[in-house]
């Protein structure tokens, strides 16, 4: 590992798509749900991936990642740990640092600027370089709006909320052109194609859209399988290789 590389810090943000699904399964016995603790090879740890934990201190990074984050639900694989394997194979050199950030159900509108979970996401985003002087915030991994799909207003509203927020936490941060991926729907109600097409009309400077329509889904119709979730990693990792990382 080259120690003088800055340690590049991913913001994953969203809801539970993004916290992490992959592998959680219902036990028709209990009616509750579990995480099967499987780990594909591409979500393994690695040595130079690190996440932010709720203590704010950078611990080993292993799924499932946002598990003390998002702890009113069940946590499985994601997509971030995909992703930071991939750019790891990819001979991206130094420590990767994850910061969890997302949570399973809140519309958009509750990550405006000023809602409970807009400040986490900032707060944690501003002491993850606090930590060591050594870091900087490489990109913003963005998977919501399955939320924002159930009412006809609240799918209308999305590209402006989605803006607003970009160009709020692009200020928050000091980080004017920060990158940003967005993932375009993969499941929703009955407006899910009008917020995808909210997601893909997005034309600001270094915000790309990937899509994960087509994309395996459980059973619930909602929630990325595991193998899928590792399939976005590899997508989003090729966008940030493509578009972002010199």
């Known amino acids: 590992m080259e120690t003088n590389k800055k340690r590049q810090i991913f913001i994953l943000s969203g809801q539970s798509n993004m916290a992490g699904r992959g592998g959680v399964v219902r036990d028709n ?11 594909p090879p591409e979500c393994r740890p690695d040595p130079s991936i690190l996440r932010l934990a709720t203590t704010l201190q950078w611990e080993p990074a292993r799924d499932p990642l946002h598990a003390d984050i998002d702890t009113t639900k069940v946590c499985g694989v994601g997509p ?109 109600s009955e407006y899910m194609e009008k917020v995808r097409e909210a997601q893909k009309a997005i034309d600001l400077p270094n915000v790309i859209c990937v899509d994960a329509k087509g994309l395996q889904l459980q059973k619930d119709n909602l929630h990325l399988t595991t193998e899928a979730q590792v399939q976005l990693g590899h997508i989003m990792a090729e966008a940030y290789l493509t578009h972002f990382h010199a």
Not at 29 to 39: I, R, S
Request: hydrophobic fraction near 45%; proline fraction near 4%.
């Open 29 to 39: 016995n209990t009616a509750k749900k579990y995480w099967d603790g499987v780990v």
């Open 80 to 188: 971030a740990m995909p992703f930071a394997n991939a750019l790891v194979r990819r001979g991206v050199a130094g420590e990767l640092g994850l910061v969890p950030c997302a949570v399973g159900g809140p519309a958009i509108r509750e990550w405006a600027r000023g809602e409970k979970l807009y400040e986490n996401m900032v707060k944690r985003a501003k002491e993850s370089l606090k930590l060591d002087n050594n870091c900087e915030i490489k990109a913003l991994l963005w998977f919501q709006g399955e939320s924002d799909t159930d009412t006809e207003a609240k799918a209308a509203a999305y590209k402006l909320n989605m803006e607003t927020l970009i160009h709020n936490v692009r200020q928050d941060l000091h980080f004017p052109s920060l990158p940003i991926i967005q993932v375009a729907l993969a499941s929703g």
